[in-house]
């Protein structure tokens, strides 16, 4: 597809499982990012890929958070054992480069119970 | 504590008539601003950017007046169209540095017909 897309668009699961959000970025964008936006709140910077790597992780809320790329294209978000308060949006955004525009996914809504 | 604020939630307009969207931030060092625009189920989607050199920019029927000393920005939609009806988001940071722009919570633009 031309644009940005995230799967599951809708996850709900229980409390302490594991869940992982996949991220297929605009083709040739090598720069990546993980947002999350929680009820009330804007949006809040995760993790930034360039390529491959990951040179800025600093907005990854704990280590149960963890996001890999691989083939400079496809990125997952993993969250493990999941709480309540992980609840929230979570979008993905591609750019050429990373001074680039950002093009945003739909985002995947996950409900943790 | 919010570092990019939209005070306003919500703002109803009557269409034609001007929409004016308002942005205020706190810190002095940012020197990059945008606009993005979200449609429900939808990413957000790049509008308008200003760079602090400027006070001013216009893409069509969109304009960005930048107020450095008030730290305040403004969105201005004129004519406004019952399509424009959407969020919109403010966010700051540093030109070049797109993993770290601050967002704002959003306001959300009713046009009516």
């Known amino acids: 597809g031309a644009g940005v897309s995230q799967s599951p668009s809708n996850k709900v699961t229980e409390k302490g499982k594991d869940v992982e959000l996949r991220c297929d970025p605009i083709?040739?964008?090598?720069?990546l990012y993980w947002y999350r936006q929680r009820l009330g709140q804007g949006l809040e910077f995760l993790i930034y890929?360039?390529?491959?790597?990951?040179?800025?992780k600093s907005g990854l809320p704990s280590d149960r958070f963890s996001a890999e790329r691989t083939g400079e294209s496809v990125s997952t978000l993993t969250i493990q054992r999941t709480q309540q308060e992980d609840s929230a949006v979570y979008l993905c955004?591609?750019?050429?480069?990373?001074?680039?525009?950002?093009?945003f996914g739909e985002g995947s809504r996950l409900t943790v119970l | 504590d919010q570092q990019v604020k939209q005070n306003s939630p919500s703002l109803s307009v009557q269409e034609g008539r001007i929409s004016i969207l308002n942005c205020d931030y706190t810190?002095?060092?940012?020197?990059?601003f945008l606009w993005y625009k979200k449609y429900p189920a939808e990413g957000p989607t790049f509008l308008i950017s200003?760079?602090?050199i400027k006070d001013k920019n216009e893409d069509g029927r969109f304009t960005v007046f930048l107020n450095k000393s008030a730290k305040h920005l403004s969105l201005h939609i004129v004519p406004s169209q019952p399509g424009d009806s959407a969020v919109y988001f403010c966010?700051?940071?540093?030109?070049?540095?797109?993993?770290?722009?601050?967002w704002g919570l959003g306001t959300s633009l009713a046009v009516n017909p």
């Open positions: 966010a700051a940071g540093h030109a070049g540095n797109n993993r770290k722009l601050i």
């Open positions: 810190n002095s060092m940012f020197d990059y």
């Open positions: 200003i760079s602090s």
């Open positions: 083709s040739g964008h090598t720069a």
């Open positions: 890929f360039q390529g491959n790597s990951a040179p800025d």
């Open positions: 955004a591609s750019s050429a480069d990373r001074t680039g525009e950002l093009f």
